[in-house]
């Protein structure tokens, strides 16, 4: 009971549930809640069964579209995306990883153009023999995807 | 993409790659017209490259048109902090084309982003050099009357060698076989093995320099540079392993031709030179040829 009493319940709006604790922040920043005037509640360090410690973001009266919430795969691939409507969940979603990841990922390499000019960064996903990696558009560089450093 | 840039091979289908070197053909016929006739093309080399830069500029010359453009990014006005957008733009109020050179790689690629006019890459770091891919691959053809069923060496660094890595690519079309000769420390990348098993491209991994070129149609050498070494005592080692003697030749096949893309130092003994077999100056005339060809195509013209 007292768990349920954490977090107030949401009207209307989103709900990101089972982000990693240690990328919480990350996913704040990825969707550009630091600038969302909406009401946002944050949790973190929650107990949960799957995952150990989790994350939990509520975003009130804004229904994330799937491309949008989709940014956040990379860094919380297990997170859920809840859509709420008159306090019921109208929508569950699960993310999938784009093809393309834009702005987000720093490129590794530091003789990229991407970290020497104000160019916008752009790595296309690929699928190396069932290892996800991600290769830089201009430089043509790819790194694992564990390896990846979120700016 | 808007226009017609030419930045990596992998931009170019197969039927692209034989129609720049049958284009290049005909102008090796005829390298000097007028087709280029008051055009204005620049070369903005943000690195110093003469051999790349002055390739590029005799080709558009004999054709006709016109060269603005800089050597050295010390007197250019990126040396102010103007960005590469900026000066892009800027030049492309002046210029139809642009060919560049650029020490960071993906600047091509961001360049051709942003520029209304077409973009040659003559080079973007260590990433892609294509009409140095392309004049390899007409030199190939060239010698050996055929791109399709040939087993290709590739020797000295092929960790760091961009050319050696778009050769692979750009071979790909051709089903080739490869001969791998590294020193441990300048292997093959993982990447390109992985690139070659997926499409099926047989090769072998080697890394002393024999003599041992029996079954090879093209030896394309590479230099290996100092700067890559942490221990200098194997570099010096390397080096003297890692040179090409005329006796190594004296089995091969006739048809066989030695490509380096230049400058060499000691990878290949001056007595190599004499040999029939030594193609590596007469790869670089055809340069001029493949450029003609290149710089056409991306101003629509043939």
């Known amino acids: 009971m007292e768990k349920k009493l954490k977090v107030a319940a949401l009207c209307n709006g989103t709900v990101i549930d089972h982000i990693p604790s240690d990328k919480l922040f990350k996913v704040v920043s990825i969707l550009h809640l630091d600038t969302c005037l909406n009401q946002i509640t944050l949790a973190n360090n929650l107990e949960s069964a799957k995952i150990g410690s989790k994350g939990l973001i509520k975003i009130a009266d804004r229904a994330f579209a799937e491309d949008e919430t989709n940014k956040i795969a990379l860094i919380a691939p297990n997170a859920k995306i809840n859509i709420i409507r008159d306090f019921l969940v109208v929508e569950k979603r699960e993310l999938t990883l784009p093809n393309e990841i834009r702005e987000i990922v720093q490129c590794a390499n530091p003789n990229c153009i991407t970290n020497h000019q104000p160019v916008t960064t752009r790595f296309w996903v690929l699928n190396n023999d069932g290892e996800i990696m991600l290769k830089c558009h201009y430089c043509e560089r790819e790194v694992k995807r564990d390896e990846v450093k979120i700016k | ?302």
């Not at chain 2, 020490?103 to 003559?122: D, F, M």
């Not at chain 2, 960790?159 to 071979?171: C, D, E, N, Q």
């Open chain 2, 1 to 302: 993409m808007s226009n017609k840039s030419l930045v990596s091979i992998s931009d170019y289908s197969k039927e692209e790659i034989l129609s720049i070197l049958d284009s290049a053909a005909d102008f090796e016929a005829n390298p000097n017209r007028k087709t280029l006739d008051g055009k204005v093309i620049a070369t903005l080399f943000f690195e110093p490259s003469t051999r790349t830069r002055l390739s590029f500029e005799t080709a558009v010359i004999r054709l006709g048109g016109s060269i603005i453009g800089f050597s050295d990014a010390a007197t250019s006005s990126s040396s102010k902090g103007e960005t590469l957008n900026d000066t892009i733009h800027m030049v492309s109020c002046y210029a139809d084309a642009i060919v560049m050179r650029h020490p960071l790689e993906g600047a091509a690629r961001y360049a051709a982003e942003v520029s209304p006019v077409p973009i040659v890459n003559a080079g973007d770091g260590s990433n892609q050099h294509p009409s140095q891919t392309l004049l390899d691959l007409y030199s190939i053809l060239k010698t050996q009357g055929t791109l399709e069923n040939l087993t290709i060496c590739l020797v000295g660094d092929l960790k760091y060698g961009r050319t050696v890595h778009s050769l692979i690519m750009a071979m790909s079309h051709f089903h080739p076989t490869f001969k791998f000769i590294a020193p441990d420390e300048l292997k093959m990348p993982d990447e390109y093995k992985v690139f070659c098993r997926k499409n099926s491209i047989p090769f072998t991994e080697v890394s002393e320099l024999s003599d041992n070129f029996n079954d090879t149609d093209i030896l394309y050498m590479t230099r290996v540079q100092k700067e890559r070494f942490q221990d200098l005592m194997e570099y010096e080692r390397v080096k003297n392993v890692y040179t090409l003697k005329n006796a190594m030749l004296e089995n091969t096949k006739p048809n066989l031709r030695i490509l380096h893309p230049l400058p060499r130092v000691t990878e290949i003994d001056p007595d190599v030179d004499k040999n029939e077999k030594a193609y590596y100056f007469r790869q670089a005339q055809n340069g001029l040829y493949v450029r003609q060809a290149i710089v056409s195509k991306v101003l629509n013209l043939k």
